[in-house]
């Protein structure tokens, strides 16, 4: 029988996602936050949340499916997917996110834009575990900021995704050391360092 670590982030790809690149988002997802990770697919497909006259996927309806499929054991989710997102007041959207809640999600979609060979590219791999610890960071109640450096700075663009580093800023650092802590004392822990 299989042995479920509690407090747990859940990496659901939604589709055919590589194993590589699932292995290096939950790297990722592992350093920024401290809570152990595990990849276990909740949901078969995002047919649900498809909208026709945009031939897009609302990813606010795909968060909620996420969040009430959620193990016992989740803290948190990121949901991975490789159709193209929107949000009704936007064009399109890298990912979304349930702010202080349990569940986000990312589009492989877009941040392939410009790259020849994505599977092989570093720099995609590098988008992906930006834009997932983004959304995530939302989740531990992180909003945007203003530090264009700053994993939680807001892009409108794939070169600001480029731009932007892979860390927090020393702001978001200490909010989000804060929300751990609020955790910590309900309870829920990240794993020992």
Do not use: W
Request: charged residues 30%.
């Amino acid at each position: 029988m299989r042995q479920f670590l509690p407090n747990t982030i859940i990496i659901s790809p939604i589709g055919e996602i590589e194993d590589d690149i699932l292995k290096a988002i939950e790297k990722g997802v592992k350093d920024a936050f401290g809570y152990p990770t595990e990849i276990t697919p909740l949901i078969e497909n995002v047919d649900f949340a498809y909208d026709a006259h945009r031939d897009q996927y609302h990813s606010t309806p795909i968060l909620k499916r996420l969040s009430d499929t959620a193990p016992a054991h989740c803290l948190k989710i990121l949901g991975i997917v490789d159709v193209d997102l929107f949000i009704p007041i936007l064009t399109h959207v890298y990912g979304e996110a349930q702010l202080g809640g349990k569940a986000s999600i990312i589009s492989t979609y877009r941040l392939k834009k410009g790259i020849l060979e994505p599977f092989r590219s570093e720099k995609y791999v590098c988008r992906l575990r930006k834009e997932a610890a983004h959304e995530l960071g939302h989740t531990f109640n992180l909003k945007h900021c203003r530090e264009q450096s700053c994993i939680m700075h807001y892009c409108r663009r794939i070169e600001d995704v480029d731009h932007k580093s892979e860390r927090f800023c020393r702001y978001c650092k200490i909010l989000l050391n804060d929300e751990i802590k609020r955790l910590r004392a309900k309870g829920i822990k990240p794993l020992p360092t």
